[in-house]
């Protein structure tokens, strides 16, 4: 446990030195801090959950039985038009005790201070972005598993999804052009879109890491005196 908990502790450090300036004066790309958390082309098929740091993003994804990153529906190489999900979380569950039914989650990663976005380009769109990829997940039915199996859609009942990017002027625009609110915290926009019926989190790196940091914080304080 102890081994563990320092393995968090130095996870959270490698986060916070990615999304800063390096020698070069530039960040390192989102592929850096999306393969700290779960490494990109590959699915849970082949990672256990000691391979990954999902936790950084929610303690509950890390326990979801099928995770696919940075890979396309078809679970073969990127074809041209294919928008690839970061990360994409299936939660086969029951619903009122006797409906079958699929839970997805998405997350979608940014560059660390990129202020480039527009409000309803694809490219520059994250909000766009995720519900793209939703559509997809939702006509494919399901998503090739890299053991050669399928992970089937029985009927997708709730949707979730994460954007982790720096809140720039850029991005506060084209979030609050899709609606969204951070009434109730102003570190995290949430939208509930009707039509696609999917709750969507934007939150910063900045946020990201002090949530992470406060979920573990009992166990560095005990390890660690912090």
Same mark, same amino acid.
């Given at each position: 446990?102890?081994?563990?908990?320092?393995?968090?502790?130095?996870?959270?450090?490698?986060?916070?030195?990615?999304?800063?300036?390096?020698?070069?004066?530039?960040?390192?790309?989102?592929?850096?801090?999306?393969? *700290?958390?779960?490494?990109?082309?590959?699915?849970?098929?082949?990672?256990?959950?000691?391979?990954? $740091? /999902?936790? /950084?993003? #929610?303690?509950? /994804?890390?326990?979801?039985?099928?995770?696919?990153? #940075?890979?396309?529906?078809?679970?073969?190489?990127?074809?041209?038009?294919?928008?690839?999900?970061?990360?994409?979380?299936?939660?086969?569950?029951?619903?009122?005790?006797?409906?079958?039914?699929?839970?997805?989650?998405?997350?979608?990663? !940014?560059?660390?201070?990129?202020?480039? @976005?527009?409000?309803?380009?694809?490219?520059? #769109?994250?909000?766009?972005?995720?519900?793209?990829? *939703?559509?997809?997940?939702?006509?494919?039915?399901?998503?090739?598993?890299?053991?050669?199996?399928?992970?089937?859609?029985?009927?997708?009942?709730?949707?979730?999804?994460? &954007?982790?990017?720096? &809140?720039?002027?850029? *991005?506060?625009?084209?979030?609050?052009?899709?609606?969204? !609110?951070?009434?109730?915290?102003? #570190?995290?926009?949430?939208?509930?879109?009707? $039509?696609?019926?999917?709750?969507?989190?934007?939150?910063? @790196?900045?946020? *990201?890491?002090?949530?992470?940091? !406060?979920? $573990?914080?009992?166990?560095?304080?005990?390890?660690?005196?912090?």
């Amino acid at each position: 446990m102890a081994e563990y908990v320092v393995h968090r502790k130095k996870v959270i450090e490698l986060i916070e030195a990615a999304r800063k300036y390096g020698t070069s004066g530039t960040h390192a790309p989102e592929d850096t801090i999306h393969d *700290l958390v779960f490494k990109r082309f590959s699915d849970s098929a082949d990672k256990d959950y000691f391979e990954h $740091n /999902l936790w /950084l993003i #929610d303690d509950a /994804l890390a326990f979801l039985p099928y995770i696919s990153s #940075d890979r396309a529906m078809h679970g073969k190489g990127r074809k041209k038009g294919d928008k690839i999900p970061d990360l994409a979380f299936f939660d086969d569950s029951l619903v009122l005790g006797d409906n079958d039914g699929t839970t997805i989650n998405i997350v979608e990663f !940014k560059r660390p201070s990129r202020d480039d @976005y527009v409000f309803g380009d694809i490219k520059h #769109d994250p909000v766009m972005q995720v519900i793209k990829t *939703l559509e997809d997940a939702t006509v494919a039915g399901g998503i090739a598993k890299t053991d050669g199996s399928h992970f089937a859609f029985r009927g997708v009942v709730r949707r979730f999804a994460y &954007i982790v990017a720096d &809140i720039k002027p850029s *991005l506060i625009k084209v979030l609050k052009g899709h609606d969204f !609110k951070n009434d109730w915290n102003p #570190d995290i926009y949430v939208r509930f879109r009707d $039509n696609e019926q999917i709750f969507i989190q934007a939150m910063g @790196y900045d946020t *990201l890491i002090a949530n992470a940091k !406060k979920r $573990n914080q009992a166990f560095f304080s005990v390890l660690f005196g912090e």
